[in-house]
């Protein structure tokens, strides 16, 4: 296939989605990571490419979670944080490593006019998703049995065992409806800024008339950045994660490696069941969904490190209508 960036006119408006790898678990972890990251990132904008930057943060809102509950042991009278404000934490924090990167990153390499800002971001969910029914995401640090009873009477928490690690609290992941700041982050991004937005999939919230709830919920960042990358009219929505391509029987003895992709393709292997539910199915199904929702519209599935080869068309997992 002849590199997308060799045949561009017009800029190509790119969503890019970053996964756990981009962001590392702990503080200083980030700290480096965010570094590769910015490489990564300023590959593309150097390819010509308009970038719109939307991440991921299970671990981080699990440490601020974590966290916010320390303070009530340490002090009565804090009540609890709930989830929704974890998450807004959480954007505020990987958008400060990841603008502070960035900044760096272009000016390093000459690109002095491109600002560089994070949106805090709220994505309305739908109170009767039947996700609510069924919280299933697990968040936070594993606890032993006696601190779990503890959660659940003191904070009204849904404990769960994991696979005999121990106790984690589970919550629920509903579709994203409507991303609130749109029409912000569309502005922005019109007029050149490189934006970084709906981290963590965004802030869930419930509509109650004028009124926008918090919801106890995590939104899965990988169908955020569809429905973002849809919204902005983008053509390419490039999720940036751990493995190089998506594989049939990963794995496997018999595992093989996806470089193109068709709609009606990925819709069977979804139903011979190659994607891990929770990891690689939601990306699958995020790249079918942008890239079946107008002609044109590509999605791509990367190793981080990769996404400048990816995009000349050298690798990774492309799905196209
Ligand atoms: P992220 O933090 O980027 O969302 P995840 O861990 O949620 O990353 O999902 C990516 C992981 O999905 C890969 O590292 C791989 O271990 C796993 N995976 C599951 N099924 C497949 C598959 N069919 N092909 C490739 N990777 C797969
Ligand atoms: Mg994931």
């Given at each position: 296939m002849k590199g997308l960036s060799t045949v561009m006119k017009k800029k190509k408006r790119i969503v890019i989605a970053l996964g756990g790898n981009a962001l590392g678990n702990t503080l200083p972890e980030q700290m480096k990571a965010v570094k590769i990251t910015a490489k990564a990132i300023a590959d593309l904008v150097e390819e010509g490419c308009e970038v719109v930057v939307a991440h991921g943060n299970g671990p981080q809102v699990g440490m601020v979670n974590n966290a916010m509950i320390a303070l009530t042991h340490e002090d009565e009278h804090q009540p609890n944080t709930p989830l929704s404000v974890c998450v807004a934490m959480s954007q505020a924090y990987i958008g400060y490593d990841l603008q502070n990167a960035l900044r760096e990153e272009l000016l390093d390499r000459g690109i002095t006019e491109l600002p560089v800002a994070t949106m805090i971001t709220q994505v309305r969910v739908d109170e009767n998703d039947p996700a609510f029914q069924a919280p299933s995401k697990p968040i936070g640090k594993f606890v032993s049995q006696e601190q779990a009873k503890m959660m659940k009477e003191k904070f009204h928490y849904i404990m769960k065992e994991d696979s005999g690690r121990g106790y984690r609290r589970v919550v629920a992941s509903p579709k994203p409806v409507?991303?609130?700041e749109i029409n912000t982050i569309r502005t922005m991004v019109n007029s050149g800024d490189l934006v970084i937005a709906c981290?963590?999939?965004?802030?869930p919230v419930i509509r109650q008339g004028n009124h926008l709830k918090g919801a106890s919920a995590v939104i899965d960042k990988d169908f955020a950045s569809c429905l973002m990358a849809k919204e902005l009219d983008a053509d390419f929505l490039i999720i940036l994660t751990a493995v190089e391509q998506v594989a049939l029987n990963?794995?496997?003895?018999n595992e093989t490696w996806l470089k193109q992709v068709s709609l009606k393709e990925a819709e069977e292997y979804i139903r011979q069941g190659h994607f891990a539910p929770g990891s690689m199915l939601p990306k699958v199904q995020a790249a079918v969904d942008f890239a079946g929702s107008k002609p044109g519209r590509k999605a791509l599935i990367t190793l981080l490190e990769k996404s400048r080869d990816a995009i000349q068309g050298k690798t990774g997992t492309m799905f196209s209508m």
């Open positions: 409507e991303i609130i981290g963590g999939g965004g802030i990963f794995g496997k003895p």
